[in-house]
């Protein structure tokens, strides 16, 4: 893997048309950019997702429409953002529905991302989904050692890490 100091982001910005054809190429300049990340596949799916809503739902798929796609890395994980021409539409994650034959797009964004947000309005929208790769240790303490083995055996607590889970 590269080597980032701490206190840098790298940043990358592209923009495509707002055509069907162009989404690969998206989700081509993302995956090269971030092919050292462990989660690029993710972030790939996620860039994917992004494109096809700008696509479906806003300006950005009108003849001469485009969208801006920005990719950032750093130490400890990437970033994708996706700015659109924007529309009247607000954006939404729909509750599931087996029967649908659409609207999984951020509710697949909402199960592979760190963390997802937009921000905007009308005249445009940019989507944002963080993808970190070392992220805080939890402790598990469901049952206690001295339940499982009795009042005498030494406490011991299992710590899960990106790592170890």
Known sequence: MEEYPDDRVLIWRRSF?????????????????LADLPRVDD??????????????????SRPGGRYLL???????????????????????????????????????VNALATEWHWSGDRRGRTFTAAFL???????????SPAEVFGRNAGLCDVLLTPDSA
């Open 43 to 60: 972030t790939v799916l996620v860039v994917s997702e992004f494109a096809a809503n700008a696509l479906r739902h806003t300006a950005s």
């Open 17 to 33: 048309p707002g055509l069907a054809e162009h989404v690969r190429q998206a989700r081509e300049f993302a995956g090269f950019l």
């Open 133 to 143: 790769i070392r992220s805080h240790a939890v402790l598990v303490s469901a049952i």
């Open 70 to 108: 920005e990719v950032r890395r750093w130490r400890d994980g990437a970033s994708v953002a996706l700015t659109d021409e924007g529309s009247h539409k607000i954006p939404r994650v729909p509750e599931p529905d087996d029967l649908s034959e659409c609207g999984r797009g951020l509710q697949t």
